[in-house]
C-alpha cells in the first residue's frame, strides 16, 4: 500500500509559479508510475502529467505543455510539479497519483491518491 503526501499548494497571482511536491510511503517508490491530476469546482477530475518509473519518459497535459514541468527523486520518494506562468483557469485541487507501470498510449487509472493539495491563481 502506498501513502502519498502532497504539500505546497496555495495562493498566487496570474503569472506567478508554484510548485507541489507529493512524498511516498509504504512501498517501493521506484516501481511506480507517478504523477499528477487536478480537480476544478464543478467539474471532472482531469489529468495534468507524470513520469516513468526511471524519468526517462514523461506525459503532459495539453494545456500545461511548456508551463508545467513534473520531476521525481527516487532517492527521496518524492515526486513534484513545477507550475509556471499559472493562470487563474490553474486554480483546483492537485493530487497526487501513483500506479503499476503502464503500456504507452494507455489511459492512466492510477491506483494509489493523496488527499490533494489547493492551488489558487488570482486575476
Known amino acids: 500500500q502506498v501513502h502519498l503526501v502532497e504539500s505546497g499548494g496555495g495562493l498566487v497571482q496570474a503569472g506567478g509559479s508554484l510548485r507541489v511536491s507529493c512524498a511516498a510511503s509504504?512501498?517501493?517508490?521506484?516501481?511506480?508510475?507517478l504523477g499528477w491530476f487536478r480537480q476544478a469546482p464543478g467539474k471532472e477530475r482531469e489529468f495534468v502529467a507524470r513520469?516513468?518509473?526511471?524519468?526517462?519518459?514523461?506525459y503532459v497535459a495539453d494545456d500545461v505543455k511548456g508551463r508545467f514541468t513534473i520531476s521525481r527523486d527516487n532517492a527521496k520518494n518524492t515526486v513534484s510539479l513545477q507550475m509556471n506562468s499559472l493562470k487563474p483557469e490553474d486554480t483546483a485541487v492537485y493530487y497526487c497519483?501513483?500506479?503499476?507501470?503502464?503500456?504507452?498510449?494507455?489511459?492512466?487509472?492510477?491506483?494509489?491518491w493523496g488527499q490533494g493539495t489547493q492551488v489558487t491563481v488570482s486575476s
Open positions: 497519483a501513483a500506479s503499476s507501470p503502464i503500456g504507452a498510449g494507455v489511459k492512466w487509472e492510477p491506483s494509489y
Open positions: 509504504g512501498g517501493t517508490f521506484s516501481l511506480y508510475v
Open positions: 513520469m516513468s518509473r526511471n524519468g526517462a519518459s514523461t
